[in-house]
């Protein structure tokens, strides 16, 4: 089969998110909302094991981060003191004659509303000076909307982690260097939201800080700070490592992470940003980028920070932000390496890279074209399809139902029983269910003791089937799914 | 020991909370935020394993709940459409004397700011009518601050789940009688949030929405509608159930869970609404209620609301929101149980209901009071403390961090080779770690083979210290806190 064009494959891939529920527009029955999308029961599963193997990762395989669930409103002067109510902007122009209001930079790609063969910045309306537009959401606090009461939706969760270093410090037993880690939504007003769920304008973050040694201090202590070279393992933290060598660990953790759920070095892209790009009081930044059918775009930053944040707090809200090193007997601001995450640009990524078609054989043995979401089996929404093979045996079903029963307390089942085999098959595999298992006259023992008690388990991808007892399901899948 | 008086327990309560990090104020370095609350480490995993333990429970153990996760910011006619926009409010009234607002049917218990002796409702100042005001937060969405692009962040999210019914149908295969569940944050501009956590302004919510046939069709089909009588089985969903026997069925299935997770029958109280309490499309409606310490307040409501809502949106939107009921050959609008429970409320009744004080002996063996938090161990955010007996002894410290590495990926796990060992059990009780073991010479085979490779196994209620083959800690562990 030929390989679908870009713009064809991303129709296909919103075709299905809404045909098999992983993702509906917002309000929907509304006319919808734009840059605001739900996750339908297959969509809301894979999310929640993606945000779970994340959590897990760093607060359970790990030792040195804890968790933190923040709130959405958090005090204003938390922005203030992050810069985003200063420099969180986009440039705007109004056009005076059709009242119409536009991204100043995208001018010669936005249509005018009143012309639309026309772009709005070679139309004839008169357009005021570009002005700076706050994506912050805002709203109020209490019964009275004033100055004194404004509060905004959080454009990121990280500030929370900051705000909050102290509390957790006193609390965790952790020691520089530790990180604290948050999954959470946070919400910018794009003027385009675009790319399906790419860039929308509620969205949901996982992001760590990790907080570390200064490398002065890392100097004192260790004699040097290590440097890095190509190929260095960063798999172990060192004494000797600062922040250059933090943040190839946090680069090298991450991407681990990415292929562990399926998403291999060859399906990323990596972005290191030049000196120019960076923010002045950046060390060093890299996107991880997913190759996605519009072009490569992000899916992770991963900054060295310094130690901007804790000082703009300590700065703003009048509070020491040090923390005492024992080790060092020195107090210092702790720097930070933060790898930042979306999590619905990489339920989509995860949905491009799952998405196939191939060829599967039907009930007939014929060979028919499938649809099949190649999800890997820790992140795949359902986990195992049961199948009596007729649904009109009673023992079948009966004994399908067991199998269902026996399997559910472990992991999520689909039971189906409507149609033909090779049809339920096809659902699953749309659905991106690793595992399907039969219920057939074998099982029953209608074709010897042997036989009896086993059922076929068929893998999703290789379309193989095993014959497999029933007492040795639940282990084997669990293995699979680990 | 007395018992502590109500208020005293709760301020040691919310001491606890602060010191051992489940819970602190939001935003507190910058003097914090009326009604918002952040989860520390230990809160964030207590939070984790409620909300895990809740959606499993319906999407994975029942087949006949499917999960969403739908957005904060909707469609804004979905609230006209819920009555939000025209009736969620509260009576407020202006003092033009010193510029205050006030809830108008609280004034008799609200201090005059200027003369806080007296209350507002006998102070001189001259007060306007009262008014209505609206405890939906209000925000814009898109670059102009104007009535068209008004939106609100939502006051619950049951309409979500109304708005989705129809794509949800479409595509999870499921037939009336079935549910949606969601589990996500909800904010209301409360006036006057109060009882530490109890009564947020931004919060958490765990509903489900149970879509069943209208009683008319289930008398077509079965004949009759089955009436309840007190002591009957409602575990089972049988064909001739109306809406009181699955409103019965969903109270009980929800009182079971709340068991499941330690909060017993006698710590509830059940608030059957009268009649004249009931919202007009309103069938009935109980209030499980936790006896916090400062009174019974309610967890979850559970309302048989009728064809309400989805009628409403069908109106609103001009979409139909019937379901065909093939068995039946007939359509209609399905009616709805609604199970809606707060997860911050209950969080904080688990944290009130493990909040114990009681004996233990110290390393001494003297008998010495401390704070133990009796978490039931599916909840507990650590479920087991691993502690070499001492410090300064590597083969005890290599062979401590050997067990923890075995645990780590099956639960979480706190290691602690700090202090002495009295004083690190004391630590684990107050994080509710409900095992703890310990790794000490015994363990290293020093006083013979027989207990080589060995540990104890500490349980934090009875004190009770079993020792334990560390090949069998896993399948042990995991069987406890299942």
Same mark, same amino acid.
């Given at each position: 089969?030929?390989?679908?064009?870009?713009? =064809?494959?991303? =129709?296909?891939?919103?075709?299905?998110?809404?045909?098999?529920?992983?993702?509906?527009?917002?309000?929907?029955?509304?006319?919808?909302?734009?840059?605001?999308?739900?996750?339908?029961?297959?969509?809301?599963?894979?999310? *929640?094991?993606?945000?779970?193997?994340?959590?897990?990762?760093?607060?359970?395989? $790990?030792?040195?981060?804890?968790?933190?669930?923040?709130?959405? %409103?958090?005090?204003?002067?938390?922005?203030?003191?992050?810069? +985003?109510?200063?420099?969180?902007?986009?440039?705007?122009?109004?056009?005076?004659?059709?009242?119409?209001?536009?991204?100043?930079?995208?001018?010669?790609?936005?249509?005018?509303?009143?012309?639309?063969?026309?772009?709005?910045?070679?139309?004839?309306?008169?357009?005021?000076?570009?002005?700076?537009?706050?994506?912050?959401? #805002?709203?109020?606090?209490? &019964?009275?909307?004033?100055?004194?009461?404004?509060?905004?939706? @959080?454009?990121?969760?990280?500030?929370?982690?900051?705000?909050?270093?102290?509390?957790?410090?006193?609390?965790?037993?952790?020691?520089?260097?530790?990180?604290?880690?948050?999954? /959470?939504?946070?919400? @910018?007003?794009?003027?385009?939201?675009?790319?399906?769920?790419? @860039?929308?304008?509620?969205?949901?973050?996982?992001?760590?800080?990790?907080?570390?040694?200064?490398?002065?201090?890392?100097?004192?202590?260790?004699?040097?700070?290590?440097?890095?070279?190509?190929?260095?393992?960063?798999?172990? &933290?060192?004494?000797?490592?600062?922040?250059?060598?933090?943040?190839?660990?946090?680069?090298?953790?991450?991407?681990?992470?990415?292929?562990?759920?399926?998403?291999?070095?060859?399906?990323?892209?990596?972005?290191?940003?030049?000196?120019?790009?960076?923010?002045?009081?950046?060390?060093?930044?890299?996107?991880?980028?997913?190759?996605?059918?519009? /072009? !490569?775009?992000?899916?992770?930053?991963?900054?060295?920070?310094?130690?901007?944040?804790? !000082?703009?707090?300590? #700065?703003?809200?009048?509070?020491?932000?040090?923390?005492?090193?024992?080790?060092?007997?020195?107090?210092?601001?702790? +720097?930070? %390496?933060?790898? !930042?995450?979306?999590?619905?640009?990489?339920?989509?990524?995860?949905?491009?890279?799952?998405?196939?078609?191939?060829?599967?054989?039907?009930?007939?043995?014929?060979?028919?074209?499938?649809?099949?979401?190649?999800? +890997?089996? *820790?992140?795949?929404?359902?986990?195992? /399809?049961?199948?009596?093979?007729?649904?009109?045996?009673?023992?079948?079903?009966?004994?399908? $139902?067991?199998?269902?029963?026996?399997?559910? &307390?472990?992991?999520?089942?689909?039971?189906?029983?409507?149609?033909?085999?090779? *049809?339920?098959? $096809?659902?699953?595999?749309?659905? /991106?269910?690793?595992?399907?298992?039969?219920?057939?006259?074998?099982?029953?023992?209608?074709?010897?003791?042997?036989?009896?008690?086993?059922?076929?388990? @068929?893998?999703?991808?290789?379309?193989?089937?095993? $014959?497999?007892?029933?007492?040795?399901?639940?282990?084997?899948?669990?293995?699979?799914?680990?």
């Amino acid at each position: 089969m030929a390989e679908p064009k870009p713009n =064809e494959l991303m =129709e296909k891939i919103v075709s299905l998110c809404k045909r098999r529920g992983f993702i509906f527009q917002s309000s929907e029955i509304y006319g919808g909302i734009n840059g605001f999308w739900d996750y339908g029961p297959l969509g809301a599963e894979l999310k *929640r094991n993606v945000r779970d193997l994340w959590w897990r990762t760093h607060t359970q395989r $790990r030792e040195d981060v804890v968790g933190l669930d923040a709130t959405i %409103i958090m005090h204003p002067a938390i922005w203030k003191a992050s810069g +985003h109510v200063d420099t969180f902007t986009d440039p705007m122009v109004d056009c005076k004659t059709c009242k119409g209001r536009f991204r100043a930079d995208q001018l010669g790609e936005t249509p005018c509303p009143q012309r639309p063969s026309k772009m709005v910045g070679e139309c004839h309306g008169e357009k005021t000076e570009a002005r700076k537009f706050n994506l912050m959401f #805002k709203t109020y606090v209490g &019964p009275v909307e004033s100055e004194e009461n404004v509060a905004y939706l @959080r454009p990121e969760t990280a500030q929370a982690i900051f705000a909050q270093f102290k509390n957790v410090l006193d609390v965790s037993r952790q020691k520089v260097p530790f990180g604290i880690c948050q999954i /959470g939504k946070a919400f @910018r007003n794009e003027i385009n939201p675009r790319n399906f769920t790419f @860039r929308s304008r509620e969205f949901e973050q996982m992001e760590i800080e990790f907080f570390i040694r200064p490398d002065e201090v890392v100097q004192k202590l260790a004699g040097s700070v290590g440097a890095y070279t190509d190929g260095l393992d960063v798999s172990t &933290p060192q004494p000797n490592w600062g922040w250059e060598l933090w943040h190839r660990h946090w680069v090298e953790e991450r991407v681990k992470w990415y292929e562990g759920i399926g998403l291999g070095r060859d399906t990323l892209d990596f972005h290191w940003q030049p000196k120019e790009e960076l923010a002045h009081y950046a060390k060093a930044c890299v996107d991880i980028q997913y190759k996605f059918p519009f /072009g !490569s775009q992000e899916l992770e930053g991963i900054a060295a920070r310094g130690d901007f944040d804790l !000082s703009q707090h300590q #700065k703003f809200c009048g509070k020491s932000m040090e923390y005492f090193d024992e080790e060092a007997k020195t107090k210092y601001v702790p +720097h930070v %390496i933060e790898p !930042s995450a979306g999590v619905d640009r990489l339920i989509l990524a995860l949905i491009c890279d799952a998405y196939c078609e191939d060829q599967a054989p039907n009930d007939k043995g014929e060979l028919e074209s499938r649809v099949v979401m190649k999800f +890997h089996p *820790r992140i795949a929404p359902i986990k195992v /399809g049961v199948f009596p093979l007729l649904k009109n045996k009673p023992e079948l079903v009966a004994k399908a $139902r067991e199998v269902r029963d026996l399997l559910r &307390p472990h992991l999520t089942v689909f039971y189906d029983e409507a149609g033909a085999i090779g *049809r339920r098959y $096809r659902r699953q595999d749309e659905a /991106g269910t690793p595992f399907g298992v039969t219920i057939d006259f074998d099982t029953l023992g209608e074709k010897g003791p042997e036989l009896k008690d086993t059922v076929t388990l @068929r893998d999703r991808d290789t379309l193989k089937q095993d $014959r497999i007892p029933i007492r040795e399901l639940v282990p084997l899948l669990l293995e699979r799914i680990r």
